[in-house]
């Protein structure tokens, strides 16, 4: 094989691999690692630069987490800083860390929600619960045959708190996983 | 033996956590001296190997520094006809940008030298 044979089936290869790119992105993405390995192999340099430009998949990879990373923090919406954490988490300990966190934090996030809702729909069975007896207390929906043990403590102030708590745990979610998103930026995947 | 090896391994964890964010820092830092390619920028870092910049790092920086409007990329065709490159140039953006991250690190810098002291 040739050398523009070789550089040829790289960069077939990587065109497969940015499939999810725009057309004028993947076209400049093309064009550029092709001009950097005809550059190279002017230079007799080609298996060097091959080699520390890794798989077509690898390097397809970089430009697609860095694309990831910065929608997600110039988004500054939920949905797209957990996708993206989500889409880094199996290639990433960082990314795998803040969606953990910040899962948990949407996690209570639904639950308080979902508390809000029964509070409007069935108000008998959400609340605040103390059981006396055993000294517990619980947040949430229990059910009907729980109600004779417990004692709701909110009453009617359960809505505006769950909505507060909502609110709070989706802010705190978005806030921690922008923060991973800030590590995640500031550190390049395949340095050295 | 082993801790010696652990020792190597420990440092390296180490520089790795160093680059963090200096590797956009050095490239704004290049351009702010004049036009480069991707390729002539990692010409001049080979010379600085622990900035860590590779073939395989620098063009997927550069394409979100460029998305982020801190560079600006155009192409450019020898007039020989020969394959063009891409040239980057520094944005107002990115030499403000430039400027605080090199304050910053001019800053940590300084606190660091004073922690560490005199090394004899």
């Not at chain 1, 045959?145 to 004692?151: A, D, F, I, Q, Y």
């Not at chain 2, 065709?77 to 940008?97: I, M, N, V």
């Amino acid at each position: 094989m040739t050398q523009a044979n070789r550089i040829d089936a790289y960069i077939a290869a990587l065109s497969r691999a940015l499939r999810g790119f725009s057309e004028p992105d993947r076209q400049d993405i093309l064009q550029e690692i092709r001009a950097h390995l005809d550059h190279r192999d002017g230079e007799g340099r080609l298996d060097e630069a091959l080699k520390s430009l890794g798989s077509p998949q690898d390097c397809a990879r970089g430009f697609s987490e860095e694309l990831k990373l910065q929608q997600a923090f110039t988004d500054r919406g939920p949905a797209r800083t957990f996708a993206a954490l989500f889409a880094l988490a199996s290639q990433r300990l960082t990314a795998a860390v803040g969606l953990l966190i910040s899962g948990v934090f949407f996690l209570f996030a639904a639950g308080f929600a979902f508390t809000a809702f029964y509070e409007l729909v069935t108000p008998e069975l959400a609340g605040l619960w103390s059981n006396p007896d055993s000294g517990s207390f619980f947040f949430g929906v229990i059910d009907s045959g729980s109600l004779p043990e417990t004692r709701d403590l909110l009453g009617p102030w359960l809505f505006p708190v769950a909505a507060l708590l909502t609110l709070a745990s989706l802010l705190m979610g978005q806030w921690l996983g922008r923060l991973f998103i800030r590590l995640l930026m500031r550190r390049p995947r395949m340095l050295g | 033996m082993y801790l010696a090896i652990q020792g190597v391994m420990d440092i390296e964890s180490w520089k790795s956590q160093l680059r963090k964010g200096a590797a956009e820092l050095a490239v704004l830092a290049l351009l702010a001296k004049g036009d480069r390619s991707g390729t002539g920028l990692l010409d001049e870092l080979a010379l600085r190997p622990d900035v860590g910049l590779s073939d395989g790092s620098i063009y997927p920086l550069l394409s979100r520094m460029e998305r982020e409007g801190r560079i600006a990329g155009e192409w450019h065709t020898p007039e020989d006809g020969g394959r063009g490159q891409k040239r980057y140039r520094l944005t107002p953006e990115g030499a403000a940008a430039l400027r605080h991250m090199r304050a910053a690190w001019m800053r940590f810098q300084s606190d660091l030298s004073l922690v560490l002291g005199d090394p004899t």
